[in-house]
């Protein structure tokens, strides 16, 4: 791949699930995205030891049936029901006497779609049906409180971003790096490391932060019950120049492939792009970063 050498900076930040060592992690994203060691030109913004007891394989976060997409789903699921949460048998009760049960299937039916993601299209390359990016059509508290129940059973990283003290020091770890680079820097984040990254370049400290490009990977930032819970107003963080997201539509935490429609900012609009993740569950990082066209995007940036 051909590379400018000037001073730019690419930070990477992970996505949920459990990781391989910084160390490794980096040299895994260098060659996916770059096909070499890059060095000191890239840095990379380990959260996931903050969230799991110890690291993962370097294989847990490859491009494979087992990878980063089924990395996201607790053990403990198949053996847990929302029924028998306390505050969920109150609150549902409230609702309708069938309230309990409408929970229930949902994260049944939701846990069912991260495991089989290829069951989400009746054909390869389909896009699902406008509006399918608010998976909960319901009230705002109701959506949040449904979110945090799901997350909890089937996605215990996110749950530790969204609901827990794990948040401010996850964002922390950003902070840190950008803090210690200077220069331009370039984003490039996966999954939930794109709320990560968005939250913390809104922040009023980097609005005079130089970010060339920000990508976004698989990035759930389309979904409303996501937008209930980040940082709003929802805009184009102050110090991002271009901001392009990249999705697979096969891809669960993006069934809304476009962010363009949601986030704007002054001048300056996101770039959206549908690409094909290979990965067997079309989510994993690896078959976003070894994309044609997001190497291009970032190639053009350095």
Request: proline fraction near 7%.
């Amino acid at each position: 791949m051909e590379f400018n050498a000037n001073s730019i900076t690419f930070i990477y930040v992970h996505g949920a699930g459990n990781k391989p060592a910084e160390p490794d992690l980096k040299r895994a994203w260098d060659e996916d995205l770059f096909e070499r060691d890059m060095g000191d030109r890239t840095r990379m913004v380990h959260y996931a030891d903050l969230l799991h007891d110890r690291p993962a394989t370097i294989a847990a976060d490859a491009c494979s049936a087992s990878g980063a997409l089924g990395a996201l789903v607790s053990d403990a699921f198949a053996g847990t029901a929302l029924l028998e949460d306390a505050e969920a048998r109150e609150t549902f009760g409230k609702m309708a006497p069938d309230g309990q049960e409408f929970a229930l299937s949902l994260t049944i039916s939701m846990a069912a779609r991260a495991a089989s993601p290829m069951g989400l299209a009746p054909t390869a390359g389909a896009r699902p049906a406008a509006g399918a990016a608010e998976l909960l059509p319901l009230p705002a508290p109701l959506r949040r409180f449904l979110l945090r129940q799901l997350l909890r059973h089937l996605i215990p990283d996110a749950n530790g971003y969204f609901f827990t003290s794990a948040r401010d020091r996850i964002r922390d770890r950003l902070r840190t790096v950008l803090d210690a680079v200077n220069g331009p820097v370039a984003v490039v984040s996966h999954s939930l490391g794109t709320v990560v990254a968005y939250e913390v370049l809104s922040e009023a400290d980097f609005a005079h932060k130089e970010v060339p490009l920000f990508v976004t990977l698989g990035s759930p930032l389309g979904y409303t019950e996501i937008q209930d819970v980040i940082t709003r107003p929802l805009r184009i963080p102050a110090p991002v120049r271009l901001w392009t997201n990249f999705a697979d539509p096969l891809d669960v935490v993006t069934l809304d492939t476009t962010l363009a429609d949601d986030f704007r900012g002054a001048a300056k609009v996101i770039a959206d792009f549908v690409v094909d993740n290979p990965s067997p569950n079309n989510h994993a990082s690896c078959g976003y970063l070894r994309s044609r066209h997001v190497r291009d995007a970032v190639t053009a940036a350095g």
